[in-house]
């Protein structure tokens, strides 16, 4: 009589072992691969950057209609503005000797500088779309509704911010569209009552743009208001969970 | 004495719904992959075939004409053209800033939430406020600009003669209606000559004040209080909610059109214009 014998691992299931059961995989992921709901989701809820989200969420936001991902967009471009911009400040000298020059060397000399500042100033336009989409999504959602008030205000505080850093961020080619929209734009500052003057000689260092202006509007474009809109995102997508998640009907 | 303090009901995360959920991975984190995925893509190709803009080095001394604002302060660019320049620059966006804001603390009941337009009239109310918010915002920016009367009078050979040329404009206001002298400047009685946060008061241009502050600020106001209280009273507008959805409907209309017509229909000069005459001109200032 005939025994059936059980057949041994394949060759799919060696590797598989190999790479995930390893002794230096299970030292960086505590967790297996995420092929059953329980790694599913502990790795949500153990990987630092996941645990942004709960480890499962109600069905109707998952819906692409619903968010748009839109909120989730606006965070992946400031992301990538990061990295494009990260690599764009290893060429570029805020001074007014060297940043036009510096402009024109990424677009002609560096390897893919051109594509890299393409990015940067398109994404940077994405960005300010996308937060504004975003917030008519939240409106007409109706997700500024108690108890997800005080994010709403976070949320406006962002979009002011997005704002401020794409403004910033205009001056810096220092060449005539730059200088004429932040000299416009800072006219515009300079016309608020009792204030007006003020900041707008505290924003340009002086009285109108120059080299002064350049080195403010850099400082504040790669690390003040960046840092700024970190702390912001922070609190605000802590809220979101704190809140309840995304809003759903009653 | 010991004082009772009451709380106030404070809004909660409500319940979950554990039956009715998903895991995030993989039904979130994939679609998060995938749009990032997407727009990752589209901005590569994107950047590929479009150069961002490099213009001549900046020169103090040549001032392109128009010159203009980044594109998303060309809302505020085109306000400046209609009215005080502090109010179309800071005051309007500052106070609609803090009005914005300020909703989920006007607007407190949750009904509604977590779906679009959940409440009754909603998408109406949506519909009418950016038509008005639409077809208003270019009313008034054509009005002013003197085309209106400039058009009404080629298109149908109607004129109002010099009677009513003032109401070609707001400027006209200002500059056809027969002023009397002393209106130009009225002392601030009885505070004249008192200082008040570095701004010291000693006449009042009464034209310029009524066209620069009085007019636009009554049309800044009255406008969406005026479809407010017409949707009303057409019994669309009954909550709070509906407050809010007819003057944000209304103000996303307005700033579209207006940052548009900043970016599109200004030429140089700042005249109105349609988007296939503009032109940019790196003018010397005082030649243009």
């Given amino acids: ?123 940077a336009h994405a960005m300010v779309i996308l937060v504004f989409l975003h917030m008519m999504r939240v409106f007409y959602t109706g997700a500024y509704k108690p108890p997800r008030e005080f994010n709403w205000v976070v949320g406006v505080i962002l979009l002011v911010l997005t704002f401020l850093l794409s403004f910033t961020g205009y001056l810096l080619p220092w060449d005539q569209l730059a200088f004429w929209a932040i000299t416009v734009g800072t006219n515009i500052a300079g016309s608020a009552p009792v204030l007006g003057p003020k900041t707008r000689f505290w924003l340009l260092g002086g009285f109108e743009v120059g080299p002064d202006s350049l080195i403010r509007f850099y400082t504040l474009h790669v690390i003040g208001l960046p840092l700024l809109a970190a702390i912001f995102m922070a609190v605000h997508f802590w809220r979101i969970r704190r809140d309840g998640g995304l809003a759903r009907p009653l | ?72 302060l060309l809302n505020l660019q085109e306000l400046l053209l209609h009215m005080n320049a502090a109010m179309a620059g800071v005051i309007v966006p500052t106070v609609w800033l803090v009005i914005m804001g300020a909703f989920p603390y006007f607007d407190r009941d949750n009904e509604g939430q977590g779906q679009y337009f959940a409440t009754e009239n909603s998408v109406r109310i949506t519909i009418a406020s950016a038509i008005v918010g639409f077809v208003g915002t270019w009313g008034l920016i054509i009005w002013d600009s003197g085309k209106g009367a400039y058009l009404v009078n080629k298109w149908f050979g109607i004129s109002g003669g010099s009677n009513l040329a003032f109401l070609e404009s707001e400027r006209s206001i200002q500059q056809q209606l027969p002023w009397p002298e002393w209106s130009t400047h009225i002392p601030y009685l009885p505070f004249r000559g008192v200082t008040i946060l570095g701004q010291q008061f000693l006449n009042l241009n009464f034209p310029a004040w009524l066209v620069e502050q009085a007019i636009p600020t009554a049309v800044l106001v009255g406008f969406p209080c005026m479809l407010i209280y017409v949707l009303w009273r057409k019994g669309w507008v009954v909550t709070r909610r509906d407050v809010l959805l007819a003057l944000f409907s209304g103000f996303v209309a307005a700033y579209g059109v207006l940052t548009l017509s900043g970016t599109a229909f200004r030429g140089q000069g700042q005249e109105l214009v349609f988007p296939w005459e503009l032109k940019v001109s790196e003018g010397i200032p005082g030649q243009e």
Wanted: proline share 7%.
């Fill in chain 1, 1 to 123: 009589m005939a025994v059936e014998t059980p057949a041994g691992p394949t060759l799919a299931d060696k590797l598989y072992d190999k790479l995930f059961h390893n002794y230096v995989w299970k030292s960086i992921f505590r967790t297996g691969y995420p092929n059953t709901p329980r790694n599913q989701m502990l790795v949500v809820a153990t990987n630092v950057f996941l645990h942004l989200h709960p480890t499962r969420i109600h069905r109707t936001h998952v819906k692409i209609t619903h968010t748009y991902c839109l909120g989730g967009l606006s965070f992946f471009m400031f992301l990538g503005l990061t990295v494009t911009g990260i690599l764009l400040m290893f060429y570029y000298v805020p001074s007014v000797e060297r940043a036009y020059l510096d402009i024109q060397n990424i677009q002609t000399t560096v390897q893919f500088g051109q594509l890299m500042r393409n990015m940067h100033r398109w994404m």
């Fill in chain 2, 1 to 72: 004495m010991a004082t009772a303090v009451v709380a106030r009901p404070v809004a909660r995360p409500q319940p979950r719904a554990r039956d009715e959920e998903v895991l995030v991975w993989p039904d979130l984190v994939f679609i998060e992959f995938i749009a990032a995925m997407v727009f990752t893509l589209t901005l590569f190709l994107l950047s590929y075939l479009v150069n961002a803009p490099l213009l001549d080095q900046a020169n103090a001394d040549v001032t392109p004409n128009p010159s203009k604002a980044p594109w998303y």
